[in-house]
């Protein structure tokens, strides 16, 4: 994630602690399910494959999960509250001390729902939002959708549930972006989260919703004015950690050179893209992947493998060569002079788009100039 509002402003955002230190355990967001009622375009977990885990390997999960320390469980799916034992697995990661947050299209949520997700202990709620009411319910799939997000979004605020908008910038919904910012100042959302879109699951047949290097340039310095323009809500862009060199040289060309060098530090703080170590997504079916996108390329499994054995100690070549990406990577990115400040991007795109998970990624938004130049 690039914290737009903090490399702009300098105000710090909730995550910040955790996206600028190394975590000795990542971040797992754990797919309950395939199951949700929506039909989205880019949906990455389009499958009818129902293998989801027994009651018995969840508690075990939930147990190594906690000994390993977990800075956070992102629960999602599919639609996480749609999975049979949703409020089960919620307790039971209460009463083991895990920090959970949920991502949810929103519209199974109504007061009650949110009341208890909120007695629960949920850290955050992302409600997904990808537009005003027309551009929104088009990408979705279903007619009535954005009226039930917000139902939902105005019911987590309510009960005081810590609620951010996730929004994907694709083509069909690029004209909404200020009408999103609009809508997360009427919602009182804490976060908006600007999400690229990936040609991977549903995305695949649908490449035409990715934007140029040319527009996602325009959107990004629309974002930046828009995130300028609401200093309360915090705002970071997903998918794309060369967003943020993209935010550095626009400081620099606007003469801010001292802001420009602190993003730039932070950047390489990070360590940019890190799918697979700091961050990693568990399917339902019990598989372990570097993220949602790559779910072609499997890091381990279980129960078959312990959650220390497969984060920790994979054998998988995959696990051995994301942690040295700038040896694989191809093209543009193995050019790049900033590569440590983004780590050569997200490699589900690269491979979305070249055949190839070690190709140059294809929605980085720097141009040939910025990526040779000092």
């Given at each position: 994630?690039?914290?737009?509002?903090?490399?702009?402003?300098?105000?710090?955002?909730?995550?910040?602690?955790?996206?600028?230190?190394?975590?000795?355990?990542?971040?797992?967001?754990?797919?309950?399910?395939?199951?949700?009622?929506?039909?989205?375009?880019?949906?990455?977990?389009?499958?009818?494959?129902?293998?989801?885990?027994?009651?018995?390997?969840?508690?075990?999960?939930?147990?190594?999960?906690?000994?390993?320390?977990?800075?956070?469980?992102?629960?999602?799916?599919?639609?996480?509250?749609?999975?049979?034992?949703?409020?089960?697995?919620?307790?039971?990661?209460?009463r083991r001390?895990?920090?959970?947050?949920?991502?949810?299209?929103?519209?199974?949520?109504?007061?009650?729902?949110?009341?208890?997700?909120?007695?629960?202990?949920?850290?955050?709620?992302?409600?997904?939002?990808?537009?005003?009411?027309?551009?929104?319910?088009?990408?979705?799939?279903?007619?009535?959708?954005?009226?039930?997000?917000?139902?939902?979004?105005?019911?987590?605020?309510?009960?005081?549930?810590?609620?951010?908008?996730?929004?994907?910038?694709?083509?069909?919904?690029?004209?909404?972006?200020?009408?999103?910012?609009?809508?997360?100042?009427?919602?009182?959302?804490?976060?908006?989260?600007?999400?690229?879109?990936?040609?991977?699951?549903?995305?695949?047949?649908?490449?035409?919703?990715?934007?140029?290097?040319?527009?996602?340039?325009?959107a990004l310095?629309?974002?930046?004015?828009?995130?300028?323009?609401?200093?309360?809500?915090?705002?970071?862009?997903?998918?794309?950690?060369?967003?943020?060199?993209?935010?550095?040289?626009?400081?620099?060309?606007?003469?801010?050179?001292?802001?420009?060098?602190?993003?730039?530090?932070?950047?390489?703080?990070?360590?940019?893209?890190?799918?697979?170590?700091?961050?990693?997504?568990?399917?339902?079916?019990?598989?372990?992947?570097?993220?949602?996108?790559?779910?072609?390329?499997?890091?381990?499994?279980?129960?078959?493998?312990?959650?220390?054995?497969?984060?920790?100690?994979?054998?998988f070549p995959?696990?051995?060569?994301?942690?040295?990406?700038?040896?694989?990577?191809?093209?543009?990115?193995?050019?790049?002079?900033?590569?440590?400040?983004?780590?050569?991007?997200?490699?589900?795109?690269?491979?979305?788009?070249?055949?190839?998970?070690?190709?140059?990624?294809?929605?980085?938004?720097?141009?040939?100039?910025?990526?040779?130049?000092?």
């Amino acid at each position: 994630m690039i914290p737009v509002t903090r490399f702009l402003l300098g105000r710090s955002g909730g995550g910040d602690g955790l996206r600028f230190s190394r975590p000795g355990a990542p971040v797992v967001v754990w797919h309950l399910t395939p199951r949700c009622d929506l039909r989205c375009r880019h949906c990455y977990a389009a499958t009818e494959d129902r293998g989801e885990l027994t009651p018995q390997e969840e508690r075990r999960l939930l147990d190594e999960l906690a000994a390993l320390g977990v800075p956070v469980l992102l629960l999602s799916g599919g639609e996480p509250l749609l999975h049979p034992r949703f409020w089960t697995i919620l307790d039971e990661a209460r009463r083991r001390g895990l920090r959970v947050a949920l991502s949810t299209n929103g519209v199974h949520i109504d007061g009650e729902t949110a009341r208890r997700l909120g007695d629960a202990g949920i850290v955050y709620a992302g409600v997904s939002i990808d537009g005003d009411e027309r551009t929104s319910d088009a990408f979705r799939g279903v007619r009535g959708a954005f009226r039930r997000a917000e139902r939902g979004i105005v019911a987590l605020t309510e009960a005081r549930v810590r609620t951010g908008l996730r929004f994907t910038l694709a083509r069909s919904t690029a004209g909404a972006l200020e009408a999103v910012f609009s809508l997360a100042g009427q919602w009182n959302a804490a976060r908006l989260c600007v999400y690229h879109f990936v040609p991977a699951g549903r995305g695949a047949a649908d490449r035409a919703e990715m934007l140029s290097r040319s527009e996602t340039r325009a959107a990004l310095t629309r974002l930046a004015a828009l995130a300028e323009g609401a200093p309360d809500l915090e705002v970071l862009t997903v998918d794309n950690a060369a967003d943020g060199i993209f935010f550095a040289l626009s400081l620099l060309r606007r003469g801010e050179k001292e802001r420009a060098g602190a993003v730039l530090e932070l950047l390489r703080r990070s360590g940019g893209n890190r799918s697979g170590e700091h961050i990693v997504s568990l399917r339902w079916d019990g598989f372990l992947f570097p993220d949602q996108f790559s779910w072609g390329h499997p890091l381990g499994r279980f129960p078959e493998q312990s959650l220390e054995d497969a984060l920790r100690r994979s054998a998988f070549p995959l696990a051995i060569m994301l942690r040295d990406r700038k040896s694989f990577v191809k093209g543009r990115c193995r050019e790049c002079r900033w590569f440590d400040c983004c780590n050569g991007n997200l490699r589900a795109r690269a491979e979305a788009l070249t055949g190839d998970f070690w190709g140059e990624d294809g929605g980085c938004p720097l141009e040939d100039g910025e990526i040779r130049s000092a």
